[in-house]
């Protein structure tokens, strides 16, 4: 016996991924609804061999379905979040709106599965920024180890993390050089992405941080620690898929970087590429459609007693967002709903 899902936002770039997610994974599905706003209704999309036709996310009926993935941003998600879940539908959500919720919690399997039980306060599961999501898979197994004081992380995040439009502006921008009569402003971005690095990702707070920075250190402290001082700097970087972090981390107690290479190793959701050598390493581009966050460039930092560094790429679209909502998905059936 399956479960009545549905996707909303099915026709983003997340959402699509959420479908081929479930897919792959072979999620025990028994009917599947796909949404969106009513001017896409009638689009079809595609799931496992069954052509589906987005329906209107203001009329759909959440009652009798089991869980609900939401990719839809924070505005939508405030209207129809509450309705599903009033309607007994899990939500799992994407979107920024409940993360910092204390009545919902912010689930990376990998790291805090045993959360997942507080879902039912609200009826409603976050699931974080593609940015943490990633670096606390590969924080925790070295937290149980040694205890983290603090992380220095400075990120370099691909335009997908800004979703269709971010794309688009670099495809057109990066022929643009190359057609000296053409020009493509920035309107995703505030400045030119193509061939350029922006220091710069989501709205500016009064401290000089970004919104996106101190989501990193907010969530990673609600998903891992509230112990952990994390300070970051995001970057945006012209890339279409995959986000890279390098990480520095200041431990209680020292931890051998081949100790932390092995753990790694072991640890679910993480492959290690770590060789000393030209091309030794995993690069956005090559992570692009894999569900695993890949370390490599595990070095001691010697400028700490107890200091580490490393690299750590992972696809945004899986494991930043759709993987992880699915994986939440399965944690809650395995945990919780009990029927696949």
Known sequence: ??????????????????????EERQFPVDEIAVLASRRSQGTEVTFADKTLKIQDIEQFDFA??????????????????????????????NSSLYRYDPDVPLIVPECNAGDIHGYSKKNIIANPNCSTAQMVVALKPLHDRAKIKRVVVSTYQSVSGSGKDGMDELWEQTKAVYNPTKDVPPKTFTKEIAFNVIPHIDVFLDDGSTKEEWKMVAETKK???????????????????????????EFEEFLD??????????????MVIDKREDGGYVTPKECVGDFATFISRVRQDSTLDNGLNLWCVSDNLRKGAALNAVQIAETLGREVLKKG
């Open 64 to 93: 009798g379905w089991d869980m609900a993935l939401f990719a839809i941003g924070s505005d939508a998600t405030k209207k129809y979040a509450p309705r599903a879940a009033a309607a007994n539908c899990v939500v799992i959500d």
């Open 257 to 270: 970087e081949d100790e932390a290479r092995d753990i790694l190793r072991e640890s679910p959701g993480i």
């Open 1 to 22: 016996m399956g479960y009545r899902i549905v996707v909303a936002g099915a026709t983003g770039n997340v959402g699509r991924e959420m479908l081929n997610i479930l």
């Open 223 to 249: 998903i891992l620690d509230t112990k952990i001082k994390v300070t970051a700097t995001c970057v945006r970087v012209p890339v279409f898929v995959g986000h890279s972090e390098a990480i520095n981390i």
